[in-house]
């Protein structure tokens, strides 16, 4: 058996803020990561390390300063379907940042193209793909952080707040 997890995280700010309130779900959360054994991988706007915006491999607590709220979940699962995640993760590595999909939060866009992602697309679309839970029925245009915590705490991962 293998960890599979995510880090979900609040920054300051007024985006961070406006993310994590969106569809009235009372969580904080305005970021989310998966946790692989290399360090964290999401889809952020933003240069991290002198890495471009993106999906990339970050380094762990690479972004402790900002954030202002930190939860982990994780969840044990056989070797082989861990290794699938890890492999489907780092598969979309480069991939660049969905300008557009922040954008779905007042016009429509179909979330599961995959040819850019935000954080929590990404999470959900690893998730699904490496079958850690089925596909999803979700709102065609967005998938927020909240979201992806929600379906997490559905599907058996436990958390930790840090």
Not at 110 to 119: F, G, K, L, P, T
Request: overall charge neutral.
């Amino acid at each position: 058996m293998k960890p599979v997890g995510y880090q979900f995280v609040r920054a300051r700010g007024l985006s961070s803020w406006l993310i994590a309130e969106d569809g009235g779900m009372n969580l904080p959360f305005s970021h989310v990561d998966l946790i692989l054994p290399e360090g964290l991988w999401g889809a952020r706007s933003d240069r991290i390390g002198g890495k471009p915006p993106g999906v990339q491999c970050r380094p762990e607590g690479y972004g402790n300063k900002e954030w202002i709220y930190r939860y982990r979940m994780t969840k044990m699962v056989p070797d082989e379907q861990a290794d699938k995640l890890y492999s489907i993760a780092r598969s979309q590595e480069k991939k660049p940042y969905d300008k557009l999909a922040i954008l779905s939060f007042i016009i429509q866009r179909n979330w599961r193209d995959d040819d850019s992602w935000i954080c929590s697309e990404y999470g959900i679309w690893v998730g699904e793909q490496s079958g850690i839970w089925p596909p999803l029925i979700a709102t065609p245009n967005k998938v927020v952080p909240n979201g992806l915590a929600l379906v997490c705490s559905a599907t058996g991962f436990s958390g930790e707040l840090m």
